[in-house]
């Protein structure tokens, strides 16, 4: 339990990237030196080789933590979330990944992610999740999840398309022949969404999006929906029986059958994610893609 009248961080690292574990090491002896107390989940304690008298293990119920800070890549944050989320507590990323969207510092910034901790000197930006529910076709609710990214909607198996009714606010819309549905955030816009072709939306929209996967239709193409609305997939009845399967975020996965209906709407707790500057998402664009600003004519004259 957390020292009385001591300051606790939750720190979740990933494990299996050395630059990850010695960046969560130097980021613990930042806040030793500040004699603030560095909370790690009891399994991560062996592999991250930290004690001392200002290291504990992570109890998931203390209602003293302030704050969780991820050293990883987007899964990793992706992991903390899971915690975080339900108990409205900021998460700070610093990323050590690939593109690391969700992350609001790099590896060579541990000295500024400490002193800003240090200081509370974050902002908060909340950003919409998804509330996810599966019903069976009797209309009882057998599964429940949520999403910081997306919810996919995909076959189960290769050699036939999965055949759903899509419906908004409970009108039907279309019916697709298709490798599957993706319901997004504006977060997730930036991740699979994407790269099935769905636009970036900006972190301060309100919004889902519903885009198709490989849909054999005339009507198959990206929408975007208000906040207040609600999105439904019908798995519909198919000779063949083929089931399909659910997953949140690519972590949390379950198996849908023929007549099973996946119901998504926002939900009531909002990604709370720390940041150190209020650098507009614009910039961030840019950065994570690297997108050539001066466009291809521009850098054929810098040539």
Same mark, same amino acid.
């Given at each position: 339990?957390?020292?009385?009248?001591?300051?606790?961080? !939750?720190?979740?690292?990933?494990?299996?990237?050395?630059? !990850?574990?010695?960046?969560?090491?130097?980021?613990?002896?930042?806040?030793? !030196?500040?004699?603030?107390?560095?909370?790690?989940?009891?399994?991560?304690?062996?592999?991250? !080789?930290?004690?001392?008298?200002?290291?504990?293990?992570?109890?998931?119920?203390?209602?003293?933590?302030?704050?969780?800070?991820?050293? *990883?890549?987007?899964?990793?944050?992706?992991?903390?979330?899971?915690?975080?989320?339900?108990?409205?507590?900021?998460?700070?990323?610093?990323?050590?990944?690939?593109?690391?969207?969700?992350?609001?510092?790099? &590896?060579?910034?541990?000295?500024?992610?400490?002193?800003?901790?240090?200081?509370? &000197?974050?902002?908060?930006?909340?950003?919409?999740?998804?509330?996810?529910?599966?019903?069976?076709?009797?209309?009882?609710?057998?599964?429940?999840?949520? $999403?910081?990214?997306?919810?996919?909607?995909?076959?189960?198996?290769?050699?036939?398309?999965?055949?759903?009714?899509?419906?908004?606010?409970?009108?039907?819309?279309?019916?697709?022949?298709?490798?599957?549905?993706?319901?997004?955030?504006?977060? *997730? &816009?930036?991740?699979?969404?994407?790269?099935? *072709?769905?636009?970036?939306?900006?972190?301060?929209?309100?919004?889902?999006?519903?885009?198709?996967?490989?849909?054999? $239709?005339?009507? $198959?193409?990206?929408?975007?929906?208000?906040?207040?609305?609600?999105?439904?997939?019908?798995?519909?009845?198919?000779?063949?029986?083929?089931?399909?399967?659910?997953?949140?975020?690519?972590?949390? &996965?379950?198996?849908?059958?023929?007549?099973?209906?996946?119901?998504?709407?926002?939900?009531?707790?909002?990604?709370?994610?720390?940041?150190?500057?209020?650098?507009?998402?614009?910039?961030?664009?840019?950065?994570?893609?690297?997108?050539?600003?001066?466009?291809?004519?521009?850098?054929?004259?810098?040539?």
């Amino acid at each position: 339990m957390t020292t009385s009248g001591k300051r606790t961080v !939750a720190v979740l690292t990933h494990v299996h990237r050395p630059s !990850a574990i010695e960046a969560a090491r130097r980021f613990a002896d930042g806040l030793a !030196a500040c004699d603030v107390i560095t909370a790690v989940p009891e399994k991560d304690l062996g592999e991250l !080789a930290l004690s001392g008298p200002t290291i504990e293990p992570l109890d998931l119920d203390d209602p003293d933590v302030e704050i969780l800070v991820v050293f *990883g890549g987007d899964g990793t944050i992706l992991r903390g979330s899971e915690w975080a989320l339900q108990r409205d507590i900021p998460v700070l990323g610093v990323n050590l990944g690939h593109v690391g969207f969700l992350a609001e510092a790099d &590896s060579h910034e541990i000295d500024a992610v400490v002193q800003h901790v240090v200081d509370r &000197s974050w902002v908060v930006e909340e950003r919409l999740t998804a509330e996810v529910v599966v019903e069976d076709e009797h209309g009882e609710e057998v599964w429940r999840s949520f $999403a910081v990214n997306e919810v996919s909607i995909e076959k189960a198996a290769r050699e036939r398309m999965l055949e759903v009714l899509v419906s908004i606010d409970d009108r039907p819309l279309s019916r697709w022949g298709c490798d599957g549905v993706l319901i997004s955030t504006p977060t *997730g &816009s930036t991740a699979y969404a994407f790269s099935a *072709g769905g636009p970036v939306v900006w972190p301060g929209v309100e919004a889902l999006l519903v885009v198709p996967l490989s849909a054999h $239709a005339l009507f $198959a193409r990206p929408m975007v929906m208000g906040p207040q609305s609600t999105i439904a997939v019908e798995v519909v009845r198919d000779p063949a029986d083929l089931d399909g399967i659910v997953w949140c975020d690519g972590r949390r &996965s379950f198996e849908i059958q023929q007549g099973m209906r996946v119901t998504v709407h926002s939900n009531e707790h909002r990604l709370r994610l720390a940041r150190m500057s209020q650098a507009p998402f614009t910039d961030r664009l840019v950065k994570k893609f690297g997108l050539r600003v001066e466009g291809w004519r521009g850098a054929a004259r810098a040539d």
